[in-house]
């Protein structure tokens, strides 16, 4: 098998490229994945991280625009606006087994 490695500038659409975060988004950011750190316990469950990576999302990106609840076997979903029922992002995740 081969592997090629992939520049991050060439492999992001080039609408995106132009998109600036402006100052008051990163600074948003490194606070809420700051405290996103510090919540979480190894000793815990999946449930409990699911909550705080949901409040995370909220918090950055998707308040109040955006509904993240689970939807099925999903463990978390972003839908598509406050009143949707399609979700566009879906995660799964488990606890590391060490």
């Known amino acids: ?11 992001v659409n080039k609408a995106y490229l132009k998109v600036r975060p402006n100052r008051s988004c990163i600074e948003l950011f490194k ?3 700051s405290a996103l750190f510090e919540q979480i316990k190894e000793s815990e469950s999946e449930e409990f991280h699911r909550n705080i990576i949901s409040r995370f999302l909220q918090n950055t990106y998707y308040s109040p625009d955006h509904y993240i609840n689970t939807k099925g076997r999903a463990d978390l979903a ?3 606006g406050r009143d949707s029922n399609k979700p566009a992002v879906y995660f799964l995740y488990k606890k590391n087994g060490k």
């Open 1 to 11: 098998m081969e592997v090629s490695l992939l520049i991050l500038r060439k492999s």
């Open 31 to 33: 606070k809420n994945i």
């Open 78 to 80: 972003i839908y598509n």
